[in-house]
């Protein structure tokens, strides 16, 4: 089946730090989503992408649907303690319903 | 706006004993309603979805099963639980007919003893 190879799996940083990920696939998909979840909760919608090439930023986050349609970054700048959690990449590959997920960004950030 | 909800937060049942989890959405009608099931906090397994009421897809052949009574209530179901079924529990919500985003409750953590 269609899968997401998403990377790094893990990350150490210090506060200020960018930090950045990626999702990447072997097949085209037509959305990509990025959320963030804290430990014990459900994951938040963090940034949604439609078209290839678009770049959108919420705050200190930017995402960019890749312009091949298989890959998607996420960088966040200037990190502080409350960004750590993990986060996670998904993509439509298709019109349908269902969503393919990475297996998620675990982001520590030391004060 | 709309909101989603999972109860119970948390549950401990003993092995072959069965489980009902509830989710229900508020806000918004006739939304696309899905269960995942996630291990050691990663990785989401898509369990079932619903498109409609008494409409329901599975994903993974288990021990568990879905229903969906009413527009926006979506309930898992066991009826005799297995060690392997504990995880954590995610319920999620988006818009029919778009392929666009899913939003998440708040989670049911499960542990079979």
């Known amino acids: 089946g269609q899968q997401l190879n998403q990377s790094p799996q893990s990350m150490f940083i210090q506060e200020g730090e960018d930090v950045s990920m990626n999702c990447t696939s072997s097949?085209?998909?037509?959305?990509w989503l990025w959320y963030k979840q804290d430990p014990g909760e459900g994951p938040v919608l963090l940034i949604a992408?439609?078209?290839?090439?678009e770049l959108t930023s919420n705050g200190r986050l930017t995402a960019q649907f890749g312009i091949t349609r298989k890959d998607s970054f996420l960088n966040i700048s200037a990190s502080i303690p409350s960004d750590v959690g993990i986060y996670f990449c998904?993509?439509?590959?298709?019109?349908?319903?269902?969503?393919?997920f990475g297996q998620g960004t675990e982001l520590s950030v030391k004060p | 706006s709309q909101t989603i909800h999972q109860w119970p937060a948390t549950l401990v049942q003993p092995v072959g004993s069965p489980l009902s989890l509830e989710c229900t959405v508020e806000?918004?009608?006739?939304?696309?309603l899905y269960w995942y099931r996630q291990a050691a906090g990663r990785g989401l397994q898509l369990l079932f979805y619903?498109?409609?009421?008494?409409?329901i897809s599975s994903e993974v052949p288990q021990n568990l099963s879905a229903s969906r009574p009413q527009d926006r209530q979506f309930i898992l179901s066991s009826k005799k639980l297995l060690l392997s079924d504990s995880g954590f529990y995610l319920c999620?919500?988006?818009?029919?007919?778009?392929?666009?985003?899913?939003?998440f409750g708040p989670g049911t953590r499960l542990t079979v003893t």
């Open positions: 999620a919500w988006s818009v029919a007919r778009v392929a666009g985003e899913q939003y």
């Open positions: 998904a993509g439509h590959p298709n019109q349908g319903g269902k969503l393919i």
């Open positions: 806000g918004t009608s006739n939304p696309n």
């Open positions: 097949s085209i998909f037509n959305t």
């Open positions: 992408l439609y078209k290839a090439g």
């Open positions: 619903s498109v409609g009421i008494g409409q």
